[in-house]
């Protein structure tokens, strides 16, 4: 009987742990920015526009769905590229989400930008704007 208990205790321990883990790596904005910069790396269009929506979709739809050398010139772009996320604002739960990063290329040119996410239905975080330095 103690040992049935033990069990039980334990099972719950190991669902409560695996809960948290999963609710820990619930995507935040920051990571859908730095997966958006990978699969910019490596070409990978799919997983692009897996990421974006709205005008940040739009902006790209042509070259995302018609041209085929694209995947190319994004891995050539943005090869040795460094992204460092500087600032996350998030408003509210379910609001947008403000993502400010600073995007280093091999050649020493530094782009501080900022992009901004919203949540879909599913609550993931999706790239749907930009704010380009001026």
């Known amino acids: ?7 039980v205790i334990a099972g719950l321990l190991i ?3 695996c809960n948290s883990l999963a ?3 619930e995507n935040a904005p920051a990571d859908t920015v730095l997966n958006y910069f990978q699969a910019c ?23 995302l769905e018609d041209n085929e050398e694209y995947p190319e010139f994004l891995r050539s772009y943005y090869s040795g590229m460094r992204i460092e996320i500087i600032a996350t ?3 509210g739960e379910n609001g947008n989400a403000a ?10 040119n530094i782009i501080d930008a900022t992009l901004i996410l ?5 609550s993931i975080w999706k790239i749907s704007d930009e704010i380009l330095p001026e």
């Open 1 to 7: 009987m103690k040992i049935n208990r033990l069990f």
């Open 15 to 17: 669902l409560i742990a």
């Open 23 to 25: 609710f820990s790596m």
């Open 41 to 63: 790396e490596n070409g990978d269009v799919n997983t692009i526009r897996s990421l974006i929506v709205d005008r940040f979709y739009q902006r790209r739809r042509v070259l």
């Open 89 to 91: 604002e998030v408003e």
């Open 99 to 108: 993502v400010r990063f600073e995007q280093t290329f091999p050649n020493g």
């Open 118 to 122: 919203k949540k879909n239905t599913d």
